[in-house]
């Protein structure tokens, strides 16, 4: 994740599944997997979904805050994050709820109602998705290979320690799963490494991880994915991926703890089934 991405329609995909879940009653982490921003391509540019009926009957709630960071000067993963744990106050008029006086056996019952009559009360709404972000940046620009990889040691632990605990937990880097070329290179700031997955399936959470869309074919990613639960470390995952089409293609690949099975596989049906479905497919 770049911050110059915030509000992309990468958001719009990622935090439409992760509200799906969270929906559902899971409790929801996130890892951004932040890095530099960059300037040599025009990504982060993939805005005009925000327009489009057929993205905001998916969640309209989601896409006006996500048009908020877009036509911000802040588009950044800080204001994001403020923006989706953000809640509003709505005034109600109660008067309504107080209309019918038949019946009342106390006399100082109409006099309080008449009182209630002309109140209104303030009720919270909720935020947009509640979560718990680790936003810290894995910056590779400066440093020896020795000391990228102590850096992004530290990181990690960091990382993970925040957060604990929690049913699901998204990894976002750049590219996806960390691939033999950017092994060891400064780029590998791009990717989730496989022991990286495998400590937050170690702690009780299912992974949900990112992958980018290169020239290759999808067989090559779902590839990817059964050779991940072929290892010992996921010898109790249940895999999924979903292929997000529209626009600018992407997958979500899930590794799903026993425990979280069945809820996640309900919602995803049900996101599959309602106006989500022109836009994700199941791998």
């Not at 020795?146 to 990382?159: C, G, I």
């Not at 996921?234 to 089409?245: E, I, P, W, Y």
Request: hydrophobic share 35%; charged share 30%.
């Amino acid at each position: 994740m770049q911050n110059r991405y915030a509000g992309d329609i990468g958001d719009f995909s990622k935090l439409g599944l992760l509200r799906v879940l969270q929906k559902a009653g899971l409790s929801i982490g996130v890892n951004w997997y932040l890095v530099p921003d960059e300037s040599h391509n025009a990504d982060g540019r993939h805005v005009a979904y925000l327009k489009r009926e057929d993205c905001i009957q998916c969640d309209r709630d989601l896409c006006l805050k996500l048009e908020r960071i877009v036509d911000s000067a802040n588009r950044t993963v800080q204001a994001l994050q403020e923006t989706l744990q953000e809640t509003s106050q709505e005034t109600i008029d109660v008067s309504s709820l107080w209309q019918d006086t038949q019946g009342l056996q106390d006399p100082g019952d109409l006099q309080r109602n008449s009182e209630k009559d002309s109140q209104t009360s303030a009720s919270q709404t909720s935020a947009i998705l509640p979560a718990v972000y680790f936003d810290d940046m894995l910056d590779f620009r400066e440093g020896s290979k020795q000391e990228r990889e102590e850096v992004r040691l530290n990181w990690h632990k960091k990382a993970l320690e925040k957060l604990k605990g929690l049913d699901v937990i998204f990894l976002d880097p750049d590219n996806g799963l960390l691939v033999p070329s950017a092994l060891g290179k400064r780029k590998e700031n791009k990717y989730v490494r496989v022991d990286e997955l495998a400590d937050y399936y170690r702690q009780g959470s299912t992974v949900v991880y990112y992958q980018h869309k290169a020239r290759r074919p999808d067989a090559y990613y779902e590839r990817q994915q059964e050779t991940l639960l072929e290892m010992p470390e996921f010898s109790s995952a249940s895999g999924m991926g979903l292929k997000f089409q529209s626009t600018s293609q992407r997958f979500y690949f899930f590794l799903i703890q026993p425990g979280h099975r069945k809820v996640i596989e309900d919602a995803l049906h049900q996101m599959l089934t309602n106006r989500w479905q022109k836009h994700f497919c199941a791998i």
